[in-house]
């Protein structure tokens, strides 16, 4: 017994995503079992079962619902008029039981791999031949200093505008960088090739140093200024406020080089500057920004709404941008400026350069884990760990291996550094660590005045 018809329309689809679906109007009985029905509605839509062997066809609703294949229409609960699917649903697909190797290695859905190589081979081959016209322009200074100049300039005017059109178009932030250094890279070599480039002179003669710092302070400015009025790239603001600090040390060593005669007596001097440079980045950062905080009023006063600044948005990351530039040359300078002093063999005493190295390692390591920004504090802990390494070598050629030895040999476990994370140092732990960073820094002034001779100068410029 068939029962009671209902007319019933039916869309028929091979699978779930097909979008043109044949229909047709059909009167089908109602206490049937619709895995009976099935195989008719299929016929009748001339759907071969022979031809979808793993098939598993099954009746929906339009709303998406299953309808059990022991249930019939009544037990469905389908009405006369109701629009019916008969899809070919086989489910999710089976993990695979066989991992194919191949297929993992050149698929490409999670990886981009050949642009991911592009990017580096680009970025390192422009590096590359930067460099490279860096190099032949010095070369060619000692012979003919205006056309070396002209070389690196007319490059460096190239890369300008590759850089100009890479913030145009929101290049990817390597892309940029690339470009940046690649900018200091020729405007050092300009600012040298300008002088004339003499290796033996460097340290000893104020012109190559003082070209460096103009060099630097140019390329600074042209940075900053180009992400004024709300600029948000953070590579470009970093290096720019890393130009112009750098182009101050520098200044300041070509000024003591030219005054003193004496590279040991000038890195003293300019390695006390970069300590002070680095205490006052934070200050300098915020003003540089454009953050001015209004003046605390006395007790009893309330706050002067007319004070009250308009900061940008933008004002906050921008001071922590220019801090990590400020900190990361200043850092920088004082390692190099160290090692100036260290190795110059100038100084008749032998253990005030010694001092001094111990006392810039003792800062840059305390005054490291007390930076809450990952890239100053990165820059300050590694400016640190460069003076330590030069001491190794400084007391290797010295005949005092031990020393050396006692320096190196504990940096093979400097991976536990990471098993002591500033958050867990105790108050009284840190206040004795920002004691020890004051006694450092009341240390390395002295003893660079004193290499300087400083007091002897002033002494006798009032006599």
Same mark, same amino acid.
């Given at each position: ?33 619709? !895995? ?48 019916? @699917? ?45 460099? *490279? ?13 205006? #056309? ?32 940046? #250094?690649? @900018? ?5 070599? =300009? ?7 003499? &290796? ?12 460096? *710092?103009?060099? &630097? ?6 940075? $900053? ?54 205490? $006052?980045?934070? =200050?300098?950062?915020?003003? !540089? ?31 922590? /941008? ?10 920088? =300078? ?16 032998? /253990? /005030? ?12 390591? %305390? ?7 990952? @890239?100053? *504090? ?9 003076? %330590?390494?030069? @001491? ?14 006692? #320096?190196?040999?504990?940096? &093979?476990? !400097? ?24 006694? =450092? ?23």
């Amino acid at each position: 017994m068939l029962g009671e018809l209902i007319r019933v329309r039916i869309d028929a689809a091979h699978m779930p995503e097909d979008a043109n679906r044949a229909h047709a109007d059909l009167a089908l009985p109602t206490n049937v079992a619709i !895995a009976a029905l099935v195989p008719d509605i299929l016929q009748i839509f001339d759907i071969d079962i022979a031809d979808f062997p793993l098939a598993q066809w099954q009746l929906r609703t339009a709303a998406g619902t299953i309808l059990l294949a022991d249930d019939t229409l009544n037990d469905a609960g389908i009405a006369p008029g109701e629009r019916l @699917v008969v899809i070919n649903d086989p489910g999710p697909v089976p993990k695979p039981r066989l991992f194919d190797a191949a297929d993992a290695i050149t698929d490409t859905t999670y990886t981009d791999g050949i642009g991911t190589a592009d990017l580096v081979v680009g970025c390192t081959a422009a590096l590359v031949a930067t460099a *490279s016209i860096a190099a032949a322009s010095l070369s060619l200074s000692s012979t003919d200093s205006t #056309l070396a100049a002209a070389i690196s300039f007319i490059a460096l005017l190239a890369v300008a505008g590759g850089l100009r059109l890479a913030l145009l178009r929101n290049a990817k932030p390597a892309i940029v960088m690339s470009l940046e #250094l690649q @900018v200091l890279i020729l405007g050092s070599a =300009s600012g040298l090739c300008f002088v004339g480039l003499d &290796l033996h002179r460097i340290l000893t003669d104020w012109p190559p140093t003082a070209a460096i *710092s103009v060099a &630097l302070a140019v390329t600074g400015l042209v940075f $900053l200024i180009s992400n004024t009025d709300g600029g948000d790239n953070r590579i470009t603001v970093t290096l720019g406020a890393a130009s112009l600090s750098a182009a101050v040390t520098f200044g300041i060593y070509a000024a003591a080089v030219a005054l003193f005669q004496n590279s040991v007596q000038s890195g003293a001097l300019t390695a006390a500057s970069a300590v002070i440079l680095i205490l $006052l980045a934070p =200050s300098l950062a915020i003003k !540089a920004a454009g953050i001015r905080v209004p003046k605390v009023p006395a007790a009893g006063e309330s706050f002067d709404d007319s004070e009250t600044p308009e900061i940008s948005h933008n004002a906050p990351k921008r001071a922590g /941008w220019i801090l990590d530039g400020i900190l990361c040359s200043g850092t920088g =300078s004082l390692s190099i400026f160290t090692l100036v002093v260290l190795f110059s063999g100038a100084y008749a005493n032998r /253990w /005030w350069p010694l001092g001094m190295a111990a006392a810039v390692i003792v800062f840059c390591a %305390i005054h490291s884990r007390g930076q809450a920004r990952k @890239v100053a *504090s990165t820059c300050t802990a590694l400016a640190g760990l460069a003076v %330590i390494v030069a @001491v190794a070598f400084h007391q290797w050629f010295e005949g005092n291996w031990p020393v050396s030895a006692g #320096l190196v040999v504990p940096m &093979l476990a !400097a991976t536990a550094l990471a098993a002591f994370p500033a958050s867990r140092i105790s108050p009284t732990t840190r206040r004795i660590a920002e004691l020890t960073e004051a006694c =450092s820094i009341a240390v390395i002034l002295p003893i660079a005045a004193i290499i300087a001779e400083f007091p002897e100068f002033v002494s006798g410029f009032f006599q």
